[in-house]
């Protein structure tokens, strides 16, 4: 289905805080363009002197007086109106990019998982930059090319109406030819604006895969998806060229040659005594102002087509709808079980099932662990449990109250997740585990002595002041993976999952943060995925999945002792981990 593009009304609606500002600036912007007109007039009224033999020493330093006043008025008037403008447009930026990021703060997580942080950046930072731009500038050109061509034709209408009609005669050309010209091409504003995005994101994608693309020698050249999306943006671009080279060139050339039709109307009204020889020059001084005015139309229509690609973006991210929240809350020192009741999830619609028809009962303070070959829902299972994403059908229940009914915050507060991949903000070390939470430095340092972080972080020169990021220390695989099992274990939430949290570590750090854990975790319900099976042998249930199904459930003996998937799997990984021994 053709989408519809966004208008410039959608801009309006964004800034309507700052209306009573725009529309300021906009007014004072009118005022300030009646006042370029001011040398015209004084100019008119100083051939009139000339013309009736009346030029006295006074009268003309009057009329300079009054040019003079006039210029001085509208750099006044139009500095008040670029303050407006400004603010009202500055601070409109700043209220989007607010209420973009709350807005998608309340979306289901998997909503960054499927937008590249590229393509989120463009939206935030791009396209909205361009929304401010607008509204500082083009508002007040907008108000300017309306008005003042307005007033300029009022006035030469009652100056000699001929003239003003004769006027518009280059401008209904200007306009007519190149729309005509422009039908007989395809539109290409929402091709190119596609083929913009394609290409940032292969462009970003291509940067992020910079260790890989190095290990085998591809170059922006090589690498096939960048280089496709290039040729498909150039393409696009050339072909937008051509199509509206010949129409705007042709557009130009009409409205910069209107002195062609006022020249020889007016010198036949002028030999005809229907025209002033004041007037006759008004008009020719006129008429390249007039257009001069008129061509900045021509500017800001190309403007809001370029803003009209980002203000969609914006729209849609703004349509889009957010996780609803429930109501229902439970204590942040709770115990509590978790239920899969029948759940069933994928992740497109009409696609085949991640999930499908999935049971489990893990009792409250349990430690559990998912088990099953790569790609068979186990990630899935526990980020439907933390909402990243909502079931298909079926519910979740945390002490029997189903995910859905919690409020987010609260779900928030009742589970901590540890990813295999560790995302550490650009902060000090004590910030990357304190995460905005209260904790003492002391609580933070027994949380990363628990995580087997602290040795290293304490022979660091500064410790746990050290900032991650380009200047500062870069962390391991391992060492991530540590600070962020350092977090949850400080954030105590009654529900714990790790997701292949130790995959980085060497077998002596993990038997290390495996004994840490037991304790801390004592008294929380705890759900690890692990493919190194040893790691989770003494678990209280092992839930074993298969192609998106639980095929079996138990604990490590009584798996072992039915002699099916878990034993087959139990048999292979000790025969791998000997062999490898
Ligand atoms: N964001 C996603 N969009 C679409 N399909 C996905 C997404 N994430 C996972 N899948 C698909 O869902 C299925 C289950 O994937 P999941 O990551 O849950 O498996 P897993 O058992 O955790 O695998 P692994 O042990 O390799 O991490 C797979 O077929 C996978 O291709």
């Given amino acids: 289905m053709e989408q519809k593009r966004t208008g410039l009304s959608y801009v309006f609606t964004l800034a309507k805080e700052e209306r009573g500002k725009l529309s300021l600036g906009m007014l004072l912007a009118v005022f300030s363009s009646a006042l370029s007109f001011g040398p015209y007039l004084v ?6 002197l000339i013309i009736k033999q009346e030029v006295t020493l006074p009268a003309m330093l009057g009329w300079a007086g009054i040019g003079i006043a006039a210029a001085v008025l509208q750099a006044i008037l139009t500095s008040f109106a670029g303050i407006c403008s400004h603010t009202a447009a500055f601070n409109t930026m700043h209220r989007i990019k607010v209420r973009v990021l709350e807005h998608m703060s309340k979306f289901n997580l998997g909503f960054f998982q499927e937008h590249a942080p590229g393509q989120i950046k463009t939206t935030l930072f791009d396209d909205v930059d361009r929304i401010e731009t607008f509204l ?16 300029m034709f009022i006035f030469m209408l009652r100056l000699n109406w001929i003239m003003a009609l004769i006027m518009l005669v280059p401008m209904i050309l200007g306009i007519a030819i190149p729309m005509a010209l422009m039908g007989r091409y395809p539109d290409l504003t929402d091709e190119f604006a596609g083929d913009t995005e394609k290409l940032n994101a292969s462009a970003n994608e291509f940067i992020t895969a910079m260790p890989v693309i190095k290990m085998y020698h591809l170059t922006a050249e090589k690498f096939e998806q960048y280089r496709n999306s290039l040729k498909i943006y150039t393409d696009c671009w050339i072909k937008m060229c051509e199509s509206s080279c010949n129409p705007l060139s042709i557009a130009l050339v009409v409205l910069d040659s209107a002195i062609l039709f006022t020249l020889p109307v007016g010198g036949w009204l002028y030999l005809r005594d229907s025209l002033s020889a004041a007037s006759y020059l008004l008009f020719i001084l006129l008429t390249m102002c007039f257009f001069t005015s008129f061509l900045n139309m021509v500017t800001i229509a190309m403007q809001s087509m370029e803003l009209g690609s980002g203000l969609d973006n914006v729209k849609k991210i703004m349509d889009m709808e957010t996780m609803k929240s429930g109501q229902q809350t439970l204590s942040q020192t709770g115990c509590y079980g978790i239920d899969f009741d029948n759940v069933t999830f994928n992740y497109t619609q009409g696609g085949k099932d991640a999930l499908s028809d999935v049971d489990i009962h893990l009792e409250p303070g349990s430690l559990n662990a998912f088990v099953g070959p790569s790609g068979a829902g186990k990630t899935t299972a526990v980020q439907l449990l933390g909402r990243y994403w909502d079931v298909s059908s079926g519910t979740i229940k945390i002490g029997g109250v189903p ?27 004590l910030e990357n585990i304190r ?12 949380a990363a002595k628990a995580a087997q972080i602290d040795d290293f972080i304490m022979s660091l020169p500064k410790g746990y002041a050290t900032r991650i990021g380009d200047e500062g220390v870069k962390l391991s695989g391992g060492q991530q993976q540590r600070i962020s099992i350092a977090r949850a274990i400080l ?9 292949e949290a130790t995959s980085y570590s060497d077998i002596e750090n993990e038997h290390k943060i495996q004994l840490a854990l037991q304790n801390l975790l004592r008294g929380k319900t705890t759900i690890m995925i692990a493919h190194r099976l040893h790691t989770i042998r003494n678990a209280d249930k092992i839930v074993v999945f298969q192609d998106g199904r639980v095929v079996e459930q138990g604990t490590h003996d009584e798996l072992i002792a039915s002699g099916s998937t878990y034993s087959h799997m139990w048999d292979t990984y000790t025969r791998e981990t000997i062999g490898e021994e």
């Fill in 491 to 499: 954030k105590d939430a009654p529900i714990v999952v790790f997701d």
């Fill in 435 to 446: 995460m905005g939470t209260d904790a003492t430095e002391e609580q933070v340092r027994q």
């Fill in 136 to 151: 500082a500038h083009s508002t007040l050109e907008l108000a300017q090319a309306i008005v003042v061509p307005l007033m």
């Fill in 403 to 429: 995910v859905t009914e919690l409020q987010t915050e609260n779900l928030s507060d009742l589970t901590a997740f540890v990813f295999q991949d560790v995302f550490l903000l650009e902060d000090t070390l």
């Fill in 43 to 48: 100019v008119y009224q100083i051939l009139l």
